[in-house]
């Protein structure tokens, strides 16, 4: 354990971070060894990962001591929020507030941090072709994490941004999935238009996280994004109906229908899906699939996400 790398994990038994713990346990070299950080340690996931090696420790992140304790004698830290949670961007703020000051204290070597793009570089506050959600932003969830960036630059982080996409696992636990329309048919409705979506498996994040610790410092000051994907809908529709073998049409609904369905988080949802798709070049540039698959070869494309999860798609 002494000559391993302590790499700290926020968010061990969510998404991202659980990706990662399970990357880095797997990993054959030796290189690393892991503590896993939940609020919950006594939790079905997270024993599963104490079983698997992980060092599991007790942190929450609206209790600075318990992170500042949980990334001392680290390497290098994981560092994720959880804005679905409790959809308070500022809790966001100071959250990532409180893992880089703990970084800092921790003198870590390397941090990275998953964020997103400020939506209003594109869309300002004044821009009435999308509302103004909570008054300051127009997609909160990317807004928030960005903002929230220059709390790592502020106290003087060794950080890599890293910037993710559409889980392709919406479609399993979110009611995005393929639905029957009125004619009995599969319909896969999304908010895109026309326009390409950038998405990725949940798991691949993780092991995105571990390319970028493998990498060492390289990528250190600098943002990296990733992708497995970069289709349309009407592509995903098929792509879908080729696996499940029923017909499956694509429903392009508008942000602005979207809005109208009233759903928790409806507003900042399509808010999210207008801004993807009035700035897919933008957005799919920065999550070039070569360059991603340069730093994670392994990222799976909807396809091959499909065949391995198709007996989960919902299919009513």
Not at 63 to 70: D, E, G, H, I, L
């Amino acid at each position: 354990m002494a000559d391993k790398k302590l790499i700290a994990v926020v968010g061990a038994t969510g998404n991202q971070g659980g990706g990662l713990v399970r990357a880095l346990l797997e990993d054959g070299s030796g290189s690393f060894a892991v503590r896993a950080l939940t609020r919950d340690p006594d939790s079905e996931k997270a024993q599963e990962l104490a079983k698997l090696g992980a060092e599991v420790v007790k942190a929450d992140l609206d209790s600075a001591a318990t992170v500042k304790a949980a990334f001392d004698g680290a390497y290098a830290a994981f560092c994720v929020t959880f804005f679905w949670d409790h959809f308070v961007p500022e809790k966001e703020l100071v959250q990532a507030a409180v893992m880089a000051q703990a970084a800092k204290q921790a003198d870590l070597k390397h941090v990275v941090w998953s964020t997103f793009e400020d939506t209003r570089k594109l869309v300002p506050l004044t821009d009435d072709r999308m509302p103004t959600l909570m008054e300051k932003y127009k997609v909160p969830h990317f807004d928030a994490k960005a903002e929230a960036n220059r709390a790592f630059a502020q106290f003087g982080v060794p950080v890599t941004y890293m910037l993710t996409s559409f889980y392709w696992e919406n479609l399993l636990y979110l009611g995005m999935g393929p639905k029957k329309g009125k004619d009995g048919k599969l319909e896969l409705t999304l908010p895109m238009g026309e326009k390409r979506l950038a998405g990725i498996a949940v798991e691949d994040i993780g092991k995105c996280a571990f390319c970028i610790f493998k990498a060492g410092f390289d990528l250190l000051g600098k943002t990296v994004a990733f992708a497995g994907d970069h289709l349309t809908g009407a592509q995903m529709a098929a792509a879908l109906a080729k696996e499940l073998g029923l017909p499956v049409d694509y429903n392009p609904m508008t942000p602005g229908e979207y809005r109208r369905l009233g759903t928790p988080g409806a507003d900042e949802l399509a808010n999210m899906f207008q801004y993807m798709q009035e700035f897919e070049s933008e957005f799919c540039a920065a999550r070039n699939l070569d360059s991603a698959r340069a730093i994670n070869p392994s990222l799976q494309t909807f396809g091959g996400w499909l065949s391995r999860n198709k007996d989960r798609i919902p299919r009513s």
